[in-house]
């Protein structure tokens, strides 16, 4: 991530920052165009992942912490993860 | 997806280590949340899916990039103060105070619109669940933004430095919350179907 | 003890440990009327056994709790007590209205004292914990405000520190919630509803608020670490309190006839109420281990830690155990509530207040920080024995519960009440008889302050 936005010539959470916006609007498209089904909602759940876990490694700077305290976010994406992810796979005959 | 392991510097996050226990308490709260939305959708998913469609996915994106935008500004916030930069760290944080007000500008038009079509939290499961839990987040939101205020008020009254930050570190970390709950809810309960 | 006026607080403290004594004694004799039923019948029937037993209770965690802040506040303030007149007339204002009314209780009938105590003018009697006649409760709002006011005023006068002021945040609730007892609809629902802004959010808010500032206070006291490492943890265990406990309330609501999200909203937020618990109980360990010195006053110490574990139990586990409306679809008002009501209400106010005691009394009564080495050893005694026989007492009662709800509500042939109750009569025998160890070790409590009075302080060496 830093080679690429010393790449680009921007800060490291501004290159974050673009990344957030881009899958949100993904997200949006996906609504939009009226998608639906299992493998559009995972997805969609995968990039709402990658997002908490982009906003818990560099905006809230768990990234450069060592030990345990590293996980905390990434659990709780986990967890939830994995629960909504049954649950919506089990919502499809 | 992990940072250069040359700058890994500390066992603790940023922020008191107080706010942090906070957080992880509030985010158990709504991932149990989450996961009750999850699970009880699957006892009715005709009516979830059903009536998902009503809601105004717009005014939901408007939000979604109002925080990560106003979480953005706090980041910016914390690197200016980094540099002893007061003046610009006071700046950063009421552009992202400002973003927060937009974000409760929106949610409560919607609620608002919510309100004059009858919809309460009787009127079926699925709203039961989707205002209760963006209610509950509305809350935090409104808490959040105390908290910035707060923080603001302090460093421009010169109480943080690059020194001594602890405090708008600890602030900065409980609105990236806030942000983050909300990018799960935004898929969840918008779009996810 | 660095102020004169902090001794005000001995008559409330000693007030508090005789009516728990009452308390004790009651829930023996209800105890042995669940098994031998026409035990001391008509004299103390199984009703008023009850309600003596419970408003014994309450009257003496909030005497206990007027002691303590009238110890705490002015130490915390560094000023004397704004009038310590006002708080030794309040004592005995309280005192005589608490033994008229459990006169009343024992000697007539509940619908004779309803009757003389003008209860038409006013309804507000016949309801669960809030039996006392009406006069009583104007009686225990003034004698709430007059203390409200004599330690506000001490506060304001003096130096605010956060755990005054979460103190102070804790009893005003204390005072305000109370005022819904006088609210009493016709509607049995709504009467219901608000019921529980006075039991609940009591116990399971306002209270918590009161316990964590005591406890604070006797960690900052007895371990000398830095004052800010405690008031920070305070600050996040009451905003967890609050957000849980509020709406945590929705966990009384499931079954009387509100709307149905009450449910969702009282299981989820009412599952969480054990992690302030929990965040207590790694505060008070974590404290105990940065100690800068180690006090001489062992018992304090010990009662704190067992608060902060006992409550988490009690309250924290026993109360999550349940508190889920597809649990709670069986296991309302079994014995379950019951096991859960005794370790809750023993581990987090009845220890904290002994704790406080603990702290105190030597002080009070003239030691300079602790009791001698013998008071001390019969002391920690008295906590293992009450706190292991209420271990018991939980557990039996759990047991009794568990039999209940499935022999009564689960299974095929679902059993009448009364047939039920005879299955699990061994439960209750089990029970009185770790009740009877309770007793024992109450005594031994209050022989603490008897033995070893003229030996010297105990000093940190031993």
């Known amino acids: 991530m830093k080679r690429l936005s010393e790449l680009l010539g921007i800060r490291p959470c501004t290159l974050i920052y673009l990344l957030l916006i881009s899958f949100s609007l993904t997200t949006f498209l996906v609504a939009k165009m009226g998608f639906s089904g299992l493998g559009l909602s995972l997805m969609v759940l995968f990039l709402a992942l990658i997002k908490g876990q982009l906003v818990g490694s560099y905006f809230m700077g768990l990234g450069r912490v060592r030990g345990i305290w590293r996980w905390p976010v990434f659990i709780w994406l986990f967890i939830p993860g994995i629960l909504i992810g049954m649950a919506f796979y089990l919502s499809y005959p | 997806m992990t940072a250069d392991r040359s700058v890994l510097q500390s066992n603790y996050p940023p922020g008191d280590l107080a706010i942090w226990i906070f957080i992880l308490a509030e985010l158990t709260v709504f991932a149990v949340f989450f996961a009750a939305y999850a699970f009880t959708r699957l006892q009715h998913v005709e009516l979830f899916n059903e009536y998902q469609l009503t809601l105004d996915r717009e005014a939901a994106l408007i939000n979604t990039l109002a925080l990560i935008t106003s979480s953005y500004f706090v980041v910016r916030a914390v690197s200016a103060i980094k540099v002893d930069d007061r003046r610009r760290c006071v700046h950063w944080l009421l552009a992202a105070i400002s973003m927060g007000l937009l974000f409760l500008i929106v949610k409560t038009f919607e609620y608002v619109h919510h309100y004059s079509e009858g919809i309460n939290l009787s009127s079926n499961t699925f709203y039961m669940f989707y205002l209760s839990l963006t209610f509950f987040h509305f809350m935090h939101v409104i808490m959040g933004m105390v908290i910035l205020a707060a923080i603001a008020v302090m460093a421009a009254r010169g109480k943080y430095s690059r020194q001594e930050h602890t405090g708008i570190e600890s602030g900065a970390s409980y609105w990236h919350m806030v942000d983050l709950v909300w990018l799960i809810l935004f898929p969840l309960v918008y779009v996810m179907r | 003890m660095q102020y004169q006026s902090q001794a005000v607080a001995k008559p409330y403290f000693i007030a508090a440990i005789a009516l728990f004594v009452a308390q004790v004694l009651f829930g023996l004799i209800m105890g042995l009327q669940y098994v031998v039923g026409d035990f001391l019948f008509p004299e103390i029937p199984f009703n008023v056994a009850r309600m003596v037993h419970t408003n014994a209770l309450i009257v003496w965690l909030l005497m206990a709790f007027m002691g303590a802040s009238y110890y705490l506040v002015p130490e915390e303030a560094e000023t004397e007590l704004y009038s310590p007149a006002l708080a030794t007339l309040m004592f005995w204002v309280f005192l005589v209205a608490a033994a008229l009314t459990v006169a009343g209780y024992l000697l007539l009938s509940y619908s004779t004292l309803a009757e003389i105590t003008m209860n038409k003018l006013l309804p507000t009697m016949g309801r669960e914990f809030l039996e006392q006649p009406t006069i009583t409760k104007i009686g225990i709002v003034i004698v709430a405000l007059a203390f409200l006011f004599n330690v506000g005023m001490t506060i304001l006068r003096g130096r605010k520190t956060v755990i005054n002021l979460v103190l102070l945040l804790g009893l005003t609730g204390l005072a305000v919630f109370f005022l819904f007892a006088f609210y009493n609809p016709v509607n049995l629902v709504l009467d219901k509803y608000f019921w529980w802004w006075v039991v609940h959010l009591w116990v399971e808010g306002v209270w918590e608020l009161i316990l964590g500032a005591i406890l604070a206070f006797v960690l900052v006291k007895t371990t000398g670490v830095d004052r800010e490492v405690i008031e920070k943890w305070l600050y996040v265990i009451i905003a967890m309190t609050l957000i849980t406990g509020i709406v945590g309330t929705g966990h009384h609501y499931y079954w009387i006839g509100t709307p149905e999200y009450w449910q969702w909203w009282g299981s989820i937020f009412s599952a969480m109420e054990p992690i302030p618990f929990f965040m207590m109980t790694v505060f008070a360990f974590n404290v105990v281990n940065k100690r800068r010195r180690d006090h001489p006053n062992k018992p304090a110490m010990l009662w704190a830690l067992g608060t902060a574990v006992m409550a988490f139990l009690g ?71 009450m706190t292991i026989s209420m271990v018991f007492i939980t557990l039996f009662l759990t047991g009794a519960g568990i039999l209940q709800a499935y022999l009564q509500r689960m299974g095929e042939n679902p059993q009448p009440f009364m047939v039920v109750q005879e299955h699990i009569s061994l439960f209750y025998w089990l029970r009185e008889i770790a009740g009877v160890i309770f007793l024992i070790g109450l005594v031994v409590y209050i022989a603490s302050f008897f033995v070893g009075q003229n030996d010297p302080e105990a000093t940190t060496a031993n």
Not at chain 3, 323 to 347: C, D, E, K, R
Not at chain 3, 372 to 377: E, F, N, R, T, Y
């Open chain 3, 315 to 385: 309250a924290g586990v026993w109360g999550f155990l349940h508190t889920l409306s597809p649990v709670n679809y069986y296991t309302h008002g079994s014995q379950i509530t019951a096991a859960h009501g005794h370790m809750a209400f023993y581990g987090a106010y009845v220890m904290i207040n002994i704790t406080i005691i603990s702290y105190a009394m030597p002080l009070l009564r003239g030691r300079n920080a602790a009791n001698s080495a013998k008071s001390q050893i019969w002391e920690m005694w008295s906590f293992w024995l």
